[in-house]
């Protein structure tokens, strides 16, 4: 079993939908959570970190459920320029090297 | 450009030859990353330093596979003999030593044919 399950997709959207991502992560002694996008053939960039109250920035919501191990992400009013993948990302636990363990993507194709 | 840069950033070579990457992190940046990423998987963790310890390299850094930080500063990825299954994209990363976030360079794109 893989450290961080998403679905690959590919999730096909209209302009203005609503979409929502999840992945689910192995290790229960994880303690730290991100999301990344990565566009076609460049580097990933931090999307935002995920902590277990929940966080928003902008439209995009980012909600953490230790009990289940799920991470989820939620994109509304989708643009076009949010075609891209997105990686869940988890921190490995040991701590000391912080680093970082990777889904697989989950690739967003957002239509006009 | 403050970020993180590497060079070169597209590399094709012949099966059985030894190539080498360069990755300049941040500045301040203590922590240094080498990820690979194949096509349609999310990158996975070779090696990291802190400063210029090497302080944990993957199962995935065979024997043909050497990095080094000198000074503390740039990093270099050796890839020796190299084989077709090393196709893919090397993504180096790095950090401050109390921050969590990683910044990621654009990548060497490594061919072998």
């Known amino acids: 079993r893989k450290e961080v399950e998403q679905d690959p997709g590919p999730f096909n959207v209209p302009e203005g939908a609503t979409v929502a991502f999840n992945c689910t992560y192995s290790n229960s002694a994880s303690q730290s959570f991100f999301w990344y996008r990565q566009d076609c053939r460049k580097e990933p960039k931090l999307l935002m970190s995920?902590?277990?109250s929940g966080n928003e920035d902008g439209r995009f919501t980012a909600q953490l459920n230790r009990a289940s191990q799920y991470i989820s992400l939620l994109i509304r009013d989708s643009k076009l320029s949010d075609s891209a993948t997105y990686l869940c990302v988890v921190r490995d636990y040991g701590g000391a090297t912080n680093k970082l363990i990777f889904g697989t993507g989950t690739l967003l194709a957002v239509q006009p | 450009d403050t970020g993180v840069s590497q060079d070169p950033r597209h590399k094709i070579t012949k099966r059985g030859q030894n190539v080498t990457f360069r990755c300049d992190p941040i500045s301040e940046h203590n922590r240094l990353y080498w990820y690979r990423q194949t096509l349609g998987q999310g990158p996975e963790f070779l090696t990291y330093?802190?400063?210029?310890?090497?302080?944990?390299k993957s199962r995935l850094l065979s024997d043909r596979f050497s990095a080094e930080r000198p000074k503390g500063s740039f990093s270099t990825l050796e890839i020796q003999r190299t084989e077709q299954g090393d196709s893919a994209m090397y993504l180096c990363?790095?950090?401050?030593?109390?921050?969590?976030?990683?910044?990621f360079g654009p990548g060497t794109r490594l061919l072998v044919l």
């Open positions: 330093f802190q400063n210029e310890a090497q302080l944990e």
């Open positions: 990363a790095s950090s401050l030593v109390t921050g969590e976030t990683q910044y």
């Open positions: 995920v902590y277990s």
